[in-house]
Structure formats: structure tokens, C-alpha cells
């Protein structure tokens, strides 16, 4: 079975340097450990927004970064969805075209506007879909970058800690919509944070970083296991 | 070069052909002058913002040389360039006919060499300072980088731009020296400013009055303009 994601990276930064490898064969892994210890920077490398001092990275088995043969696919030709810390919603588009922007099926505008307000009514946003992002509280960019992330059918998700800026009533809230929303579209996702309460509800694996290594690698027990998609085609019906 | 508003309309406004027509004059070519510094002066401030090649800061420096020099250095090279034997020239003579110094033509030229440096800093800034998250996001969801500059990083920085812009406009707007060594004072051809040398020069002086306070209201309203843009919420 191919994996969802290889990696096996070096970077070195100044005087950090972080050194690491690991697979995930399916499901929502959860890069953990405290601020600092390099889990951002590896989504980064994984995105191909910074490339690598040595090493590979290759998702559902495409190799998307090897150093050695001087391989670097760009970040719009990895079939990676993102989510941002803050959302990073496009503040002078309305909610609909952000997502709509990222759809990356073929059709018509209007076919993608579609697409788009269905990934909304999926994360409870519908009623967003108007709206400039600057007029949103941060739970509702979540979710919207949520949609986003998603609506344009990648092989891998990226959340780079997408609920750390939030209060605690509404993080609850979001885990429960990010892990349901993600394993519902089948689509493996890497999600980044230095909550353990949050590693735990969202994550079916949690990999342990300190100080640029991972350190600590364990599954997360759940009643019943996630339906995901494993190595499927990203064009295997991710569309809600 | 023809008026842009007949004159008789003008006598109905009370408005003198010796203020219309430099003012329109000026006007025309500060306009034609500003499209061609938009156009390539944004894609160059692009260019340095985003680009990581060998001579960018060369680059940046030389076109931003008529900050530094008097517009009269400026003029004195451009009429010598120009209006001077050699490949400039007869390019000139076999596109248009004849050399481009003393025309309306060149005094275009002329303010798009003194204006090009204003919007090519100020895009360069905008652009430079639009938070790369949004262009990681925008390459995460696939955007070509043709389309990530028209959709976000434009978009993002057009205050910038449009201040940018606009500071060229009233550049080439204001521009004396070099526009004067280029051009003289050509009738039909002639600037506000040149206007304005010459009714200081050889009168009437009320001339110069009202064509000094025509330059300032345009200057206080493109100023107050490019203010307005800085108040002016982004979304």
C-alpha cells in the first residue's frame, strides 16, 4: 500500500536545524510539540513553500521534492490543500470566490461557484458565502479556510495550528467539524499544534517533535476507525 | 495640437485660452505620460519586488536616477539623446518623419523619463509589503503565477500603486526643466509651466498669477486625492 505521505527532510535555519522523517499512511496525523520545535517548517517543506537541504518528500507515492535528483515540484502542481493559522482568506474577494478560487475541477465558473458553495454548506458557512473575510469572526474564517482547503479535491491537507488563534468554546466546536469534514472527504491531512487536548480529539496518529526531531510517535484509539482514502487518485470523489 | 474644449466654450466659462491651452497641453501629455509609466512602471516594481537576480538593485538605482538629478541634466541628455546625430535620431526621422525634440511627443518623453521613478518605487513597496501568506495560499490552491499576481498580490498593493500612480501623474504634471530643454516653448506645445516662465519673463505678469495658482489647485487636488487613498478603509 502506498503511503499518503513520505517525508525525510533536513533544514537548517540559522542555528536551528531540523532533521526529520516520518510516513503516514492514512488518516489525519498530527505533528505535536512545542512552539519552536520545527512542525511549521516541516508543512512548509511538505508544501514545497521552502525547499529542503537534503531529502524527499513524496505524496501518495509522486515524488514532489528529492534533493539529491534536484526534483522540485511547485507548490501548485502538489495537489495540497492549506489552512492557515488565521485563514488567510483573501481579504477583497468574498467568502464563495476564495473557496471558489481553489476549486480546481474543470467546468465553468459557474460549475466552480457550485462546488464552492457546497464545500460551505459542509463546514455550516453557507450563509458566508457573501461576506468579505474582514467581516468574520475567527471561528467563521475557520471554517471557511476550512472549505477552502478542501474544495479543490487534494491528495494531502495541510492545518497549520487552524484553531490556535481561537477562544475555547469555538475550538471545541471546530475540532469536532475539522476531524468530521476531513474523514468524511477521505482526503489525509498533516495538521500542526502544541495543544494536546487538540492533537488528541483531531488526530488518528500523533508524531512528537522536539527541537527539530521527531521524538515520540503513537496512534490515537478511537470506537471506530475513520473511513479514509488512503492512496486513492485525488479524483477518486472528493467532492461533497 | 488641437484644443481638447473649443475655444468658444471657454470664453462662455470665462476661462482665457492662455490658461486652457498650456493647461490642456499639460494635462494631455502628464495623461499619455502616465499610462505608459503605469503600465511599465507597475510590471517593473513587480519585477524588483519578486525578482532575485544579479544587478536588481543596479537596476532599481539607475531608474531612479531623475529623483536625484535636476530635470535639467535630465533634459540636457534626453535633447542630446534625442534631438543629437546617431541611432536614437534617425529612428526617430524614420518612425515619425523627424526628430522628436521640440514636439509634443517629446515632451511625453520627457515626463515619462521624470515621472517612471515615482511609480516604479512606490508599486515596488506595495508590492514588496503585501504579506507573502496570501501568495502561499493562493500557490496552495493552485493559482498559475500570472494568476497570483492580477488576482492577489495586485489587488493587495493597489494603494500603493495607485498613490504611486498618481505621484507620477503629478510629476509629469509639474515637471519645468526637463520638459523645457526638450521642448522649448513650442506654441501649441507649450506646458502650464513653461506658460508660467514665460509670463514671468516677458509678461504680462497677472499671466503668471492665475497660471501659478491654476499649477497650484492641481497639485493641491492630486495631493489631497493621493491623501484620501491613505484614509480610505482597504475593504
Known sequence: MTAALEVAVARRIGEFDLDVAFTVESGI???????????????????????????????????VTDCARRIHVSTQDRRIGMVFQDGVLLPHRSVLDNVALAVRQGGGRRERRAIARSWLERVGAEGLADRRPGSLSGGQRQRAALARGLAGEPALVLLDEPLSALDSAVRAELRQLIREVIVSSGVPAVLVTHDAEEAEEIGDEIIVYDDGRVVGRRSVERPTPPRTRGNAPPESGVSP | MTALVPHSWLNTLGIPPWVWDPLSV??????????????????????????????????????????????????????????????????????????????????????????????????RAAIAGVDPRFEQAARAMGLPQWRIALLVTLPLARRGIVAGVAMAFGRALGDFGATMIVSGSVPMATTISIALYNAVAYGPHHQAMVLALVQLGVAFAILFGVSRLGKVRPW
Open chain 1, 29 to 63: 496525523a498530527v505533528l505535536f510539540g512545542p512552539s519552536g520545535a520545527g512542525k511549521s517548517l516541516t508543512l512548509s517543506l511538505i508544501a514545497g513553500l521552502i525547499r529542503p537541504d537534503t531529502g524527499t518528500v513524496l505524496i501518495n507515492g509522486r515524488t
Open chain 2, 26 to 123: 499639460s494635462l494631455r501629455a502628464a495623461f499619455e505620460a502616465t499610462i505608459v509609466v503605469a503600465v511599465v512602471g507597475i510590471a517593473l516594481g513587480y519585477v524588483l519586488a519578486k525578482g532575485r537576480f544579479p544587478g536588481r538593485g543596479a537596476i532599481e538605482t539607475f531608474f531612479s536616477l531623475p529623483m536625484a538629478l535636476p530635470p535639467t541634466v535630465v533634459g540636457y541628455y534626453l535633447l542630446t539623446r534625442l534631438g543629437g546625430p546617431g541611432p536614437i535620431r534617425n529612428a526617430e526621422v524614420s518612425l515619425f518623419g523627424h526628430p522628436l525634440t521640440f514636439t509634443f511627443t517629446g515632451i511625453v518623453i520627457a515626463q515619462i523619463v521624470e515621472s517612471f521613478p515615482y511609480c516604479v518605487r512606490f508599486s
